[in-house]
């Protein structure tokens, strides 16, 4: 599939409790900031080249800046295009016209009418569509195990669509262990999300144990050559699903490496619990004073913006 600099309409289909719909959200690549209004009546500038294509609906292929977060705009038809090119140029003089195939309607409707119900009993797990304006095609991104899927659904439809399908991921599971570090118990527990914990004796690893609330024994710790970490990553609706990749140990500073195993996939973002890695750390792979822990490297990167470090000193 071509990738579009400027996408005018997209449609997110949300995929959660096995539904799938249409969701339009509209975003304008040529915005009022890129191309002022110099008229207050709203028919020059941007504004205007908005309503004239609008008004001509039916030859109109849609509009976009180039280059993107610049000052130019191109603008799309199908028909009558030196007609066109004379009256946009009256609104926003220097606005480039060119010739299309199909109207930004047309390919917008042509989305609207898929079956995705049809195209899921088939196999093929819808995750987005959209209309690149730019290249003048409907775009569909989706899974499917039937490698002959993409080609089957471009064809279907007469060189108006582009389609990338994505394998669907197979089995997939945490790492268990890396330089310094090991993976003690994994699951959805009860800390708040985005939080980090530490236990460095044995009252506070039983106190730990019991706040992650994964169940079952406790773990056996040695305390006297490890200490017991606890990373709390927020899951959202429909996408509860989160992978240990590594833990990252270095220069006194530890953080969590996690990753969705089931990506691509469409997720919403409503927090809804947290997912728990206990791990237990070598104290001979930090420094002897103790350690700073952060959730993930972004964090640690950002500061804290969303999700404080903790300061682990190690008796």
């Known amino acids: ?59 109109f292929g849609g509009m976009y800046i180039d280059p993107p977060g610049g000052r ?24 480039t016209v060119r010739s299309v195939e199909h109207t930004e309607a047309e390919l917008a409707a042509l989305i609207e009418g898929f079956d995705f119900d049809s195209l899921r009993a088939q196999g093929v797990e819808m995750l987005s569509a959209s209309v ?31 389609v990338t399908i994505y394998p669907v991921p197979g089995e997939w599971h945490n790492v268990g262990e890396g330089d310094g570090w090991r993976l003690l118990a994994a699951g959805e527990g009860d800390i708040e999300a985005y939080t980090v914990h530490a236990a460095t004796d044995a009252t506070s ?5 019991e706040e992650v609330g994964l169940g079952g024994a406790t773990p056996e710790v040695g305390l006297q050559e490890e200490v017991v970490v606890a990373f709390g990553h927020g899951i ?35 927090l809804v619990g947290t997912h728990v890695f206990v791990v237990a750390i070598a104290r001979e792979a930090v420094p002897d004073d103790g350690f700073t822990l952060w959730l993930n490297e972004y964090a640690a990167s950002r500061g804290g913006e969303f999700s404080a470090a903790l300061d682990a000193e190690l008796p």
């Open 1 to 59: 599939m071509r990738t579009a600099a400027a996408v005018l309409i997209v449609f997110v289909l949300i995929g959660c409790n096995g539904s799938v719909g249409l969701s339009p959200r509209t975003t304008v690549s040529a915005t009022d900031d890129a191309v002022p209004n110099p008229t207050p009546e709203g028919r020059n500038g941007i504004e205007g080249l908005q309503a004239y294509g609008q008004d001509h609906v039916d030859e």
């Open 72 to 95: 130019h705009v191109v603008m799309l038809f199908t028909a009558n295009v030196d007609e066109h090119a004379h009256a946009v140029d009256a609104i926003q003089p220097g606005t």
């Open 132 to 162: 690149d304006v730019i290249n003048n095609r409907a775009t569909l991104e989706a899974k499917s195990t039937d490698l002959t899927a993409e080609a089957r659904l471009e064809l279907s439809f007469g060189g108006l669509l582009d």
């Open 205 to 209: 690893w039983d106190a730990l144990w």
């Open 236 to 270: 959202g609706i429909g996408c509860r699903e989160v992978r240990l990749d590594d833990v990252v140990i270095d220069a006194g500073i530890v953080w969590s490496v996690t990753s969705d195993p089931l990506l691509p996939r469409n997720c919403d973002a409503a």
